[in-house]
């Protein structure tokens, strides 16, 4: 989505504004069409941020995933050995 910084010449007004095809670019405050267009540092850094996002959640993925499996290998050595008793829940965490 393509995410402009503006700044209004007419109040000084500073926004942003997705800006789709057709979109009449106004200051929200003023209506003024009189504004200047500015680095976006908005739409790279959510960019970055939510590709940090998805390695740390991967990250976390990995890691649930690497408890999981030795709570359910944990869970069948102790049927091996007591027969048919279930396993005790897992503790809930919070
Ligand atoms: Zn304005």
Excluded: W
Excluded at 15 to 22: A, M, P, T, W
């Amino acid at each position: 989505m393509p995410i402009f910084d503006y700044k209004c010449r007419g109040c000084g007004n500073k926004f942003e504004l997705i800006v789709l095809k057709g979109t009449v670019v106004a200051c929200p405050s003023c209506q003024s069409a009189d504004l200047e267009q500015m680095l976006s540092a908005f739409s790279v850094s959510t960019d970055e941020m939510s590709r940090a996002r998805v390695k740390k959640a991967r990250a976390r993925y990995i890691a649930s995933k690497d408890v999981k499996d030795k709570h359910v290998a944990e869970a069948e050595d102790i049927r091996e050995h007591m027969g048919e008793i279930p396993p005790p829940p897992p503790p809930k965490k919070s």
